[in-house]
């Protein structure tokens, strides 16, 4: 069974740092596409930070040159380094990865990031 588990949320103050990290089970994130979706309170989830397989990567403009996503293909492993962090980052950060081949997306549960002002 393929999984996506998210890690690495938390309380931090406004212009604070996390990293998040995306693990994947039974899914070569190296030959996927690999994206991040913040879900504020009350808003649908929107997507802020993608990883091809081929290691490009392109973000929303609210997160561009503040966030960086990157992977690590010896770990099979997903991060997002938020850095510079707003109250309005606070989220739900759910990793999303879409599989080669059959281009079934797998969502994991989702890790909180909140933003203190």
């Known amino acids: 069974q393929v999984q996506v588990v998210e890690s690495g949320g938390g309380l931090v103050q406004a212009g604070g740092s996390l990293r998040l990290t995306c693990t994947g089970f039974?899914?070569?994130?190296?030959?996927?596409?690999t994206n991040w979706y913040p879900r504020a309170p009350g808003k649908q989830r929107e997507l802020v930070a993608t990883?091809?397989?081929?290691?490009?990567?392109s973000y929303a403009a609210a997160v561009k040159g503040r966030f960086t996503i990157s992977r690590d293909n010896a770990k099979n492993a997903v991060y997002l380094q938020m850095n510079s962090l707003r109250p309005e980052d606070t989220a739900v950060y759910y990793c999303?990865?879409?599989?080669?081949?059959?281009?079934?997306?797998?969502w994991g549960q989702g890790t909180k990031v909140t933003v203190s002002s």
């Open positions: 999303a990865a879409v599989a080669q081949g059959s281009g079934n997306n797998y």
């Open positions: 039974r899914i070569t994130f190296s030959i996927s596409t």
């Open positions: 990883i091809t397989s081929g290691g490009s990567t």
